[in-house]
């Protein structure tokens, strides 16, 4: 099993940072990728952005440029630095850890809402 805990969500201006957080825990040497996904009001939950095990990592065009995705030293820990927020930004951001075959787990999400 895994436990993810998100932290850093807020209210922020357009144009302004925030950087989300998401420690996991439980057997987390088994974990291939962690990433960063996004879900609106009425819309489908999607991915931001993800980074394997050996540091590879994927962004949604929509963030390109301006999210970053990076892991702690101890490799428990998930960074999602965001910067030139946009109102379209708003959103419940959950963290994931994909085992593969093993499963995937989900963290209980936070909210970023980006002010016009």
């Known amino acids: 099993q895994v436990q993810l805990v998100e932290s850093g969500g807020g209210l922020v201006q357009a144009g302004g940072s925030l950087r989300l957080s998401c420690a996991a825990s439980?057997?987390?040497?088994?974990?291939?990728?962690m990433g960063w996904y996004r879900q609106a009001p009425g819309k489908q939950r999607e991915l931001v952005a993800a980074?394997?095990?050996?540091?590879?990592?994927n962004y949604a065009d929509s963030v390109k440029g301006r999210f970053t995705i990076s892991r702690g030293a101890a490799k428990n820990t998930v960074y999602l630095q965001m910067n030139s927020l946009k109102p379209e930004d708003t959103a419940v951001y959950y963290c994931?850890?994909?085992?593969?075959?093993?499963?995937?787990?989900w963290g209980q999400g936070t909210q970023v809402t980006v002010s016009s």
């Open positions: 994931n850890a994909d085992r593969g075959s093993l499963g995937t787990f």
């Open positions: 439980g057997t987390i040497f088994t974990i291939n990728v």
């Open positions: 980074i394997t095990s050996g540091g590879s990592t």
